[in-house]
T-cell receptor, first 115, second 111 residues
Framework: DAGITQSPRHKVTETGTPVTLRCHQTENHRYMYWYRQDPGHGLRLIHYSYGVKDTDKGEVSDGYSVSRSKTEDFLLTLESATSSQTSVYFC??????????????FGEGSRLTVL | DQQVKQNSPSLSVQEGRISILNCDYTNSMFDYFLWYKKYPAEGPTFLISISSIKDKNEDGRFTVFLNKSAKHLSLHIVPSQPGDSAVYFC??????????FGAGTRLTVKP
């Protein structure tokens, strides 16, 4: 199993507060991703990273920012949380060998509730 | 704009029978297709994939079929086991960072 840990696993916060989710990997994989999972939508890509300090937007990036200062850590920040950002967030990683096959290794998820 | 669609939110089958999960896509650029399996409170895990140059890929009890002309793929599980009960996501992409997922199908295999 790929070594991916997400923190926190559960968080309840109020509208307008900042929230940061952390993804930590021990696999030294180059590529890291943040997805959100919502009923009826499956998994949607928020942001991804293809190296330290190299990030790009995904399908649903509005309201989110990311940072990757080290290979092993990928942070997802909600500057001012809204109720529409209540979701389960998954971090995923991929190495170059598996890049062409699209195989991703996912963390266990972080459930965020914005009241 | 949901480019990958799983129109059946749920499927229930008897243990030992075949499970068939379906997926349709709209983007003809997709050239790689995957199935992920997800148990409650866990992240999705990769199950099986197929390249657009093939029409079938088999791995044990799991077989994925691709019909490019119909833009349709399916996952067959034979024989189905209670441990296969999970949510199955279909995914497709044409470069690593444009992977699109379907909404998922919840499979229940009854003993």
């Amino acid at each position: 199993d790929a070594g991916i840990t997400q923190s926190p696993r559960h968080k309840v916060t109020e509208t307008g507060t900042p929230v940061t989710l952390r993804c930590h990997q021990t696999e030294n994989h180059r590529y890291m991703y943040w997805y959100r999972q919502d009923p009826g939508h499956g998994l949607r890509l928020i942001h991804y990273s293809y190296g330290v300090k190299d990030t790009d937007k995904g399908e649903v990036s509005d309201g989110y920012s990311v940072s990757r200062s080290k290979t092993e850590d990928f942070l997802l920040t909600l500057e001012s949380a809204t109720s529409s950002q209540t979701s389960v967030y998954f971090c995923a990683i991929s190495d170059s060998d598996r890049l062409n096959t699209g195989e991703l290794f996912f963390g266990e998820g972080s459930r965020l509730t914005v009241l | 704009d949901q480019q990958v669609k799983q129109n059946s939110p749920s499927l229930s089958v008897q243990e030992g029978r075949i499970s068939i999960l379906n997926c349709d896509y709209t983007n003809s650029m997709f050239d790689y297709f995957l199935w992920y399996k997800k148990y409650p409170a866990e992240g999705p895990t990769f199950l099986i994939s197929i390249s657009s140059i093939k029409d079938k890929n088999e791995d044990g009890r799991f077989t994925v079929f691709l019909n490019k002309s119909a833009k349709h793929l399916s996952l067959h599980i034979v024989p189905s086991q209670p441990g296969d009960s999970a949510v199955y996501f279909c995914a497709a992409f044409y470069n690593n960072n444009d992977m699109r997922f379907g909404a998922g199908t919840r499979l229940t295999v009854k003993p």
